[in-house]
């Protein structure tokens, strides 16, 4: 049974940088995608970023250029690296985990209903 808690979370203030970790516990090398999403108060949940287990990324295009996401399979943990934050990056942020591959697949293309294994979220608030 996999098992994906996320850590990182906080309060900064707009252009500040937070790093995001999820650590599974699990089969995670079964796990070909892992992915963020967010979700931001009355708005439904959106990709931010994937990693196939092939080190292939995807990112939203509203983060484009200011987050990276990396995977450490010796620590069995995902990161998310974030840069330049702004209020809009307000949200809840989980991270999400699946057997099957999404490479050629874009993360505006994956949804909720595409992964089957959730972490509880962490709560990233940027102020201006």
């Known amino acids: 049974q996999v098992q994906l808690v996320e850590s990182g979370g906080g309060s900064v203030q707009a252009g500040g940088s937070l790093r995001l970790s999820c650590a599974s516990f699990?089969?995670?090398?079964?796990?070909?995608?892992m992915a963020w999403f967010r979700q931001a108060p009355g708005k439904e949940r959106e990709g931010v970023a994937s990693f196939d287990s092939d080190g292939i990324t995807s990112y939203a295009d509203s983060v484009k250029g200011r987050f990276t996401v990396s995977q450490d399979n010796a620590q069995n943990s995902l990161y998310l690296q974030m840069n330049s934050l702004k209020p809009e990056d307000t949200a809840l942020y989980y991270c999400?985990?699946?057997?099957?591959?999404?490479?050629?697949?874009?993360?505006?293309?994956?949804?909720?209903?595409?992964?089957?294994?959730w972490g509880q979220g962490t709560q990233v608030t940027v102020s201006s």
């Open positions: 999400a985990a699946r057997y099957t591959s999404c490479r050629g697949i874009a993360i505006q293309g994956l949804g909720v209903q595409d992964f089957g294994y």
């Open positions: 699990g089969y995670i090398y079964s796990m070909s995608c």
